[in-house]
């Protein structure tokens, strides 16, 4: 993923929404959004927000693959599916 490829102020986003969207979705930009004069946000296409999010389950599911083998031999599968709440 890119970083943000431009900024807007908050005030500037009210303003120009309509453009911003436009281009987010069709031109693959990432607008960070300003609130004087610091980085408080970013609009990111629904792609890229699927990416995100992908990206972060893949990662979870490596911790927790990692987790259970490392503790498998000193626990019993039962009490770690407890403690998982499974």
Same mark, same amino acid.
Request: glycine residues 10%.
């Given at each position: 993923?890119?970083?943000?490829? #431009?900024? =807007? /102020?908050? @005030?500037?986003? #009210?303003?120009?929404? /309509?453009?911003?969207?436009? #281009?987010?979705? *069709? %031109?693959?930009? &990432?607008?960070?959004?300003? #609130?004087?004069? @610091?980085?408080?946000?970013?609009? =990111?296409?629904? %792609?890229?927000? $699927? !990416?995100?999010?992908? *990206? $972060?389950?893949?990662?979870? =599911? !490596? ?5 259970? $083998?490392?503790? &498998?031999?000193? &626990?019993? !599968?039962?009490?770690? &599916?407890?403690?998982? %709440? =499974?």
């Amino acid at each position: 993923m890119e970083a943000v490829t #431009r900024e =807007i /102020s908050t @005030r500037g986003l #009210r303003s120009h929404l /309509s453009d911003v969207v436009g #281009r987010v979705s *069709y %031109g693959g930009e &990432r607008i960070g959004v300003t #609130r004087n004069g @610091r980085l408080v946000a970013v609009v =990111i296409s629904v %792609g890229d927000a $699927e !990416a995100l999010e992908a *990206y $972060e389950t893949a990662q979870d =599911i !490596a911790a927790a693959k990692a987790w259970v $083998e490392a503790d &498998r031999p000193s &626990r019993p !599968a039962g009490e770690l &599916r407890k403690e998982l %709440g =499974i």
